[in-house]
């Protein structure tokens, strides 16, 4: 590999570390939206950044305040990166790759690849009012059969009934939730979620 490829993380520490305050969170989406000049490459489950190309790039992009003289060696040592033609004094190269990931979405929902997250939402919602409904429905028939096969209170049955597709209803909500929230984290970190705030990939 050419140049020195580390984790973001570690490149968000280094970084710090040379008078450049970001976090994991931040420099991930910063890689995000100059993903043409500062490509990522994964290995595992991380995800690695070209750290030389990384320090070249926010110096023409970012205006940082001078690196503690303890670790200015460390940088300057190396050979300086060329500049980028992607820098914010041109925003051609970040326009060209707006457009084209504009293209990639539109050519994804015409393909039935992608769709919108206000459809999933919606059928999300409905599916679970359905599911609701259904318990309901189920409860009545349930109590009733139950009553007469062992003798048992009908109201009773049906008290108990619903307390366990409520309990139910509760669990299944709190997965989802919490699957919601993985994928939200996953996403942050720039990690590969299958979602994101545009468009939910089907699978």
Known sequence: MDGEWISITEAAQRLAASGDHVDRSTLSRYLKQHGEALPIRAEGKSNLVDFEALVAHRKENIRIRS???????SVSARPAAPRFAGSQSDGVARKAQADAEMRELDLGERRKELTPVVEVDRAGRDAIALMSSA???????????????????????RIALKGYARKGMEVFHREILERLDAMRRSDDAGEPSGTSAEVTQLQ
């Open 67 to 73: 690196m503690p003289a303890e670790v200015r060696p």
């Open 135 to 157: 318990f309901d429905r189920a409860i009545e028939t349930e109590a009733a059969s139950l009553s007469l096969k062992y003798g048992w209170d009908e109201r009773t049955v």
